[in-house]
C-alpha cells in the first residue's frame, strides 16, 4: 500500500505561480512512476504530467507544456508540481498518483486506469 498527501494548493492570480507537492508513504518512492492528473468541475479528470521513477524523464499535457515542470526528490519521497503562468483554465482539484513497476511507462503515462494508488487532492483556483 501507499499513502499519498498532496499540499500547496490555494488561490493565485492569473500570471501567477504555485507549487505542489505530494509526500508518499508505505513503499520505496523510488519504485513507482508518479504523475499528476486534474479534475474541474463539470469535467472529467485529465493528465497533467508524468515523471519516471529516476526523474530522468518527463511526460506533460499539451495545455501545460512550457507553463508546468513535474520534479521528485526521492530522498524525500516527494513530487512537486511548479506551475507558472497559470490562467483560469487551470481551476480544479489537483490529484498526484502512483504507478507500480511500469517498464512501459512512456506509453502508459497519461492513462488513468494504469495508476495504482491517488492521493485525495488539493484545489487550485486561479483568478482574474
Known amino acids: 500500500q501507499v499513502q499519498l498527501v498532496e499540499s500547496g494548493g490555494g488561490l493565485v492570480q492569473a500570471g501567477g505561480s504555485l507549487r505542489l507537492s505530494c509526500a508518499a508513504s508505505g513503499h520505496p518512492f523510488s519504485l513507482f512512476d508518479m504523475g499528476w492528473f486534474r479534475q474541474a468541475p463539470g469535467k472529467e479528470r485529465e493528465f497533467v504530467a508524468g515523471?519516471?521513477?529516476?526523474?530522468?524523464?518527463?511526460y506533460y499535457a499539451d495545455s501545460v507544456k512550457g507553463r508546468f515542470t513535474i520534479s521528485r526528490d526521492n530522498g524525500k519521497n516527494t513530487v512537486y508540481l511548479q506551475m507558472n503562468s497559470v490562467n483560469p483554465e487551470d481551476t480544479a482539484a489537483y490529484y498526484c498518483a502512483a504507478n507500480y513497476w511500469s517498464p512501459t511507462y512512456y506509453k502508459i503515462y497519461a492513462k488513468i486506469d494504469e495508476y495504482d494508488y491517488w492521493g485525495q487532492g488539493t484545489q487550485v483556483t486561479v483568478s482574474s
Open positions: 515523471v519516471t521513477r529516476s526523474g530522468s524523464s518527463t
